[in-house]
């Protein structure tokens, strides 16, 4: 079932049968205490601040991954609340140096782009060298045969945009028909560029390694995220060359020169610093039960990003709820009844590497976990919470989302019993174990073209009334979680019928993390 009505249903049910048996007396003043708490003394601003402007982007390996992990750890113990860096790994060490991208012909003028991640360095003075296009090629042979003439320049690897306007930047000013235009255009173009691409025998995958072997002088690849200004911002996928991402601007200026015959000339330096193996870690803090400390309630987020900004709602604010969380309930809930939790993983990214490896670790929290709540999905107010798959989900998240406030709830869809997660975050790690973790969804901010792995994700997108919100939300169900007098349920629902196969779905299976990672 699926309405905001749930919401006054739970209300009503909680006035018929005050709160199914927890401890009513007090309920109301620790979630007023709550709500106060982070409306009144808030910390977000100054913990997003460190996080985000001072420590900067948390690529897993990278020096500023480890100084946020021991960052966390002091705030954490500033508050009062016992935390770890808990190892699980290694991971290829690498660190960002300065990046430096210079048109120098036909005329001079510094472009807009950065590094990829993991990219090996220019030699100390850069690279200056001309800019070649892909071909169009009817077959591998015939790519193969062009392959030399990469050697010693700057390959382009994308293809160029025929416009920087976002589409609902068109919707609102071109008529109909110049719009329609563009799209065709576009269509037609991108599907002629994926033919090519397989004509070449490669694939997006692949191409780098070939231009590498062939001796290309370096790569520049422009990945826009339809909106203005963002480019994703990945991995380099080389050994030995560099690889940059420029702006869309600057790429397609770029480009056209170089089908023109205008002989463009770039400079590249690239100061980044391989550091070998360094190992990854879990930053955990653990507020004890004072009555039920084996079974535990988790508060989740994953603390790495990628780095072409710095990680600010992927998942910087997922990680500030977390934490702003866990200060309020230690100060207005010092003695919760089971054992809270707080996780912060490292390697989501990558593959859910650190939670994967934590439910390996600890199969004691995976055994006594009455619930987790992950936060994932950007800037947002939460408004979806998924059941999961969980048969009595509704029975337990019901009672503990009647006790939050109704300013919180009203923007709240639920689905019960819902599907479980497969992947996409760190509560999927735990719900392939058969343990109730939960995603609380947000609203989106145009988080999937603007923020989502790119170079705008930075301090200045975070909406701080939406965080205070999920901050109150999350406080408030570990709270509820913690002091429920029932063990939550397991029992899985059935599933719905796979369309490919005509057989119900499978519960999704626990996969391995990858302890040692970054070795392609």
Same mark, same amino acid.
């Not at 990680?319 to 309930?329: C, D, G, N, P, S």
């Given at each position: 079932m699926k309405n905001r009505i749930q919401t006054l249903l739970i209300a009503l049910s909680l006035l018929i049968q005050p709160l199914s048996g927890i401890r009513a007396q007090g309920v109301e003043a620790v979630v007023s205490q709550i709500e106060t708490e982070a409306t009144e003394n808030s910390q977000l601003q100054a913990l997003a601040h460190e996080l985000m402007d001072v420590i900067g982007p948390r690529l897993v390996g990278t020096p500023q991954m480890k100084k946020a992990h021991d960052w966390a750890v002091q705030t954490f113990s500033g508050w009062g609340i016992e935390a770890s860096n808990e190892p699980w790994g290694t991971w290829r060490g690498w660190e960002r140096g300065i990046c430096h991208i210079d048109l120098l012909a036909p005329r001079v003028v510094s472009l807009h782009g950065r590094q990829l991640a993991w990219s090996p360095a220019t030699p100390p003075g850069g690279i200056t060298a001309g800019v070649i296009t892909l071909p /169009? %090629? $009817?077959?591998?042979?015939?790519?193969?045969?062009?392959?030399?003439?990469?050697?010693?320049?700057?390959?382009?690897v994308s293809m160029p945009q025929i416009t920087g306007r976002p589409d609902e930047n068109w919707e609102e000013f071109a008529t109909e028909e110049s719009f329609e235009k563009m799209k065709s255009r576009r269509e037609a173009e991108t599907a002629a560029w994926q033919q090519n691409l397989r004509n070449s025998g490669y694939t997006a995958q692949t191409l780098n390694q070939a231009l590498e072997a062939a001796g290309a002088a370096g790569i520049l690849q422009s990945r826009w995220s339809n909106a203005f200004g963002a480019n994703k911002i990945f991995s380099a996928n080389t050994e030995k060359i560099a690889v940059v991402d420029l702006s869309l601007e600057d790429y397609g200026m770029v480009y056209r020169m170089a089908e023109h015959g205008?002989?463009?000339?770039?400079?590249? %330096?690239?100061?980044?610093?391989e550091l070998g193996r360094v190992p990854t870690f879990n930053t955990i803090a653990v507020l004890p039960g004072k009555e039920l400390p084996d079974e535990y309630v988790v508060l989740s987020a994953h603390f790495d990003s990628w780095d072409g900004g710095t990680g600010a709602t992927d998942n910087g604010t997922g990680?500030?709820? /977390? /934490?702003?969380?866990?200060?309020?309930?230690k100060k207005v809930y010092p003695?919760?009844?089971?054992?809270?939790? %707080? !996780?912060?993983?490292?390697?989501?990214?990558?593959?859910?590497?650190g939670s994967r490896a934590y439910v390996e670790d600890h199969p004691e929290v995976v055994a006594g976990l009455q619930a987790l709540f992950n936060q994932d999905n950007g800037t947002g107010r939460v408004v979806r919470i998924n059941g999961q798959g969980f048969l009595?989900?509704?029975?337990?998240?019901?009672?503990?989302? !009647?006790?939050?406030?109704?300013?919180?709830?009203?923007?709240?869809?639920?689905?019960?019993?819902?599907?479980?997660?497969?992947?996409? &975050? *760190?509560?999927?790690?735990?719900?392939?174990?058969?343990?109730?973790?939960?995603?609380?969804?947000?609203? &989106?901010? &145009?988080?999937?073209?603007?923020?989502?792995?790119?170079?705008?994700?930075?301090? *200045?997108?975070?909406?701080?009334d939406d965080v205070r919100n999920n901050v109150i939300l999350t406080a408030v169900l $570990?709270? /509820?979680?913690?002091?429920?007098?029932?063990?939550?349920?397991?029992?899985?629902?059935?599933?719905?019928?796979?369309p490919e196969t005509g057989k119900p779905r499978e519960w999704p299976t626990p996969r391995a993390p990858n302890r040692e990672g970054g070795r392609e």
């Open positions: /169009m %090629v $009817a077959d591998s042979l015939a790519f193969a045969r062009w392959l030399p003439q990469a050697r010693g320049k700057w390959v382009c205008d002989e463009p000339k770039i400079r590249v %330096v690239a100061e980044s610093r990680t500030l709820t /977390m /934490m702003e969380a866990a200060r309020i309930l003695n919760p009844r089971r054992t809270i939790v %707080v !996780g912060l993983w490292g390697s989501e990214e990558q593959g859910l590497n009595h989900a509704y029975a337990f998240l019901g009672r503990w989302l !009647g006790a939050v406030p109704d300013s919180i709830t009203r923007h709240i869809e639920t689905t019960f019993p819902g599907n479980p997660g497969r992947g996409g &975050s *760190d509560y999927a790690s735990f719900v392939a174990h058969g343990a109730p973790a939960f995603s609380l969804s947000s609203l &989106s901010w &145009s988080y999937w073209n603007y923020t989502w792995h790119t170079n705008l994700d930075t301090y *200045d997108k975070i909406v701080f $570990a709270y /509820m979680a913690s002091e429920d007098p029932q063990r939550t349920s397991r029992e899985q629902a059935e599933l719905p019928l796979d």
